[in-house]
């Protein structure tokens, strides 16, 4: 247990759904991360916010929609999903954004397969 | 972020020490060493993470040369359950940059 949750495990959706994936931190950490993992590549990191704030969006495709409401809970809303969307997603927290001593904690990930 | 050099896999016996070679000859002054793992399927675990000195803590020691051109990462005593792909990053911003890591399958 990192103290970082996510929900759902495991998600099948067609192209046409629209759902949310939903990360939760226990940490008291101010700074949350949304990456991807796709079969045989390396993570890529999608998104960033501090504080509640966004300061990275890399180069995402807007059918991909972040949301924090608060610096514990993070969300992913997901429409109109192509089949090469289909990827882990994991969520990282750490205690603050800049600085090299900033470890970042995952949790375990949602397994997401667009159909 | 320094680039880093990891080779692809080892095997290593259950028991015995486990010593993962990390090169990151243009690593400059305020960057930091970084060591996760990765289980199949799970999210990436912090290790731990150096500057200059030898660090150690509950899972492993991280050795860094005095040159900070390369660094190890020792695992004491390897178990089944350490069976997973190691990461050695190299970084000073908060951007993580996982490469392809080490794949370690620990035998019994």
């Known amino acids: 247990e990192t103290g970082v949750t996510q929900t759902p495990r495991h998600l099948v959706m067609g192209m046409t759904n629209k759902k949310s994936l939903k990360c939760e931190q226990h940490l008291g950490h101010n700074a949350m991360y949304w990456y991807k993992q796709s079969a045989k590549k390396p993570l890529e990191l999608m998104f960033v916010y501090n504080f509640k704030e966004q300061t990275e969006n890399n180069s995402v495709p807007s059918r991909f929609s972040p949301e924090c409401p608060n610096s514990s809970h993070l969300f992913l809303h997901l429409h109109t999903l192509q089949p090469e969307d289909s990827a882990l997603y994991l969520c990282?927290?750490?205690?603050?954004?800049?600085?090299?001593?900033?470890?970042?904690?995952f949790g375990p990930g949602t397994r997401l397969t667009v159909l | 972020d320094a680039k880093t050099t990891q080779p692809p896999s080892m095997d290593c016996a259950e028991g015995r020490a486990a010593n993962l070679p990390c090169n990151h000859s243009?690593?400059?002054?305020?960057?930091?060493v970084y060591w996760y793992r990765q289980i199949h399927s799970q999210g990436p675990q912090y290790i731990i993470h150096g500057l200059k000195n030898n660090e150690t803590n509950e899972m492993a020691s991280l050795i860094i040369t005095e040159d900070r051109k390369s660094s190890t990462l020792i695992l004491p005593h390897a178990t089944l359950r350490d069976t997973a792909v190691y990461y050695c990053?190299?970084?000073?911003?908060?951007?993580?940059?996982f490469g392809a890591g080490t794949t370690v399958t620990v035998r019994a």
């Open positions: 990053i190299v970084r000073v911003s908060y951007k993580l940059s």
């Open positions: 990282a927290s750490s205690q603050a954004l800049a600085g090299g001593g900033n470890e970042q904690f």
């Open positions: 243009t690593i400059s002054g305020n960057e930091y």
